[in-house]
């Protein structure tokens, strides 16, 4: 492909020849497009002519007589020269296939072509499907005008339930998540996030996510607090790296008392635990005092946490020496020895060892440690760097 994206370079090359020489069948392309791409250039040309006027001896008076220059290489043996061979007519055929898919050439009676102006190229193939898109544009459009009619209606609805109570209990799971995601449509200044542990995928979890990135994107000033333990997670590394891309700060720290989320310093939600041990409710509060407690809570664990790019940045280094250490138990697996004697040999606990080789088993999905041993040698895992130490 070049730089005209779908079409490559042969076939605009193509297009350009069947500009200038309309009406023709394909094969009689072959020879020009080789002359144009392989033929020699005017300025070797010139060189070739005054070198050959040089050495004649008749241009040169008192010059002695030169040996002839040997006759030019038959066009045979160019590509044995190292010149690379012209399009075949195969070629030329694929070439015109995709052409005449893209509207830019009109194949004639007689197998003759004929190029087509690009932008009736574009009006006759694209057409179709931009009227297709425009109408479901439109469709798009008016199911969220009438989507967003409602809006005012259940901000209304909700709002006045819970404005008689400072404190609001939801059990729920439907109502919680409309309840998160009307806390966070009503935002309007700032958002403050705790959220310790590993964020289980629980039903809470998953609303909160939405309602936070809904914020960020809103242009909502958002602070998130994360565990380390997060990073673990490859899916809550994912949704942190969304946060952090539309606008918001997030910092880590050790531990956390709490999951609690903050609007505008005026309301917390807080999960509180029910019946069931795998679903949570929210308590929303709205009573000034607990909300200030809460902030007042949050700013003193900002203020001792660490920013997200510092700890990415350490544990880009952590991992460096984990895979020096993975490699290592994985080649000494392969050499057939036992958990306990790869531990000794490098310093490290019998839980550890094993729970790299599970965590690599899982990862390649071998069903036992001979498995694992093989694909680790075949896939260049078992090498580590000749300077890697271990204690």
Known sequence: ?????????????????????????????????????HGPSPSRDARDARGATDGNPSSRPGSPPSTPAA????????????????????????????????????????????????????????????????????????????IRRLVPDWNSALTAVGSDGVVDVVSDQTAIANVLMHYADRCEQELLSVAPGRLPSSRIDGRTRVANVYSARRGIKTRALYQHTALRDRATRAYLNELSANGARIRFSAS????????????????????????????????????????????????????????????????????????????????????????????????????????????VGATSRFQAGVIAARAGHTDTPATTTFR
């Open 71 to 146: 006759p030019p290489a038959p066009p045979e043996d160019a590509e044995a020269a190292g010149e690379p061979a012209g399009p075949s007519v195969d070629d030329l055929e694929k070439a015109v296939a995709r052409l005449a898919a893209m509207g830019l050439v009109r194949i004639g009676d007689n197998d003759t072509l004929l190029a087509v102006s690009p932008m009736l190229a574009e009006a006759t193939v694209l057409g179709a499907e931009d009227l297709e898109l425009g109408a479901r544009r439109a469709a798009v459009e008016q199911r969220r005008d009438a």
């Open 256 to 363: 956390l008392p709490g999951r609690s989320l903050v609007v505008d310093r005026q309301v917390a939600l807080l999960p509180i635990p029910t019946e069931d041990p795998g679903r949570h409710g929210l308590a929303v509060v709205r009573e000034p005092n607990v909300v200030a407690w809460v902030v007042a809570t949050f700013e003193q664990l900002w203020a001792e946490a660490a920013p997200l790019e510092e700890v990415i940045n350490k544990q880009h280094q952590d991992d460096t020496e984990l895979d020096q250490t993975r490699a290592a138990i994985l080649r000494l697996m392969a050499e057939g020895e036992k958990d306990e004697a790869i531990s000794r040999r490098l310093s490290i606990s019998v839980r550890t060892c094993r729970r790299h080789i599970a965590d690599y088993m899982a990862q």
């Open 1 to 37: 492909m070049s730089d005209f994206g779908e079409l490559a370079e042969l076939d605009v090359a193509l297009y350009r020849a069947i500009l200038v020489k309309p009406n023709r069948a394909v094969a009689e392309f072959v020879d020009t497009l080789s002359g144009a791409s």
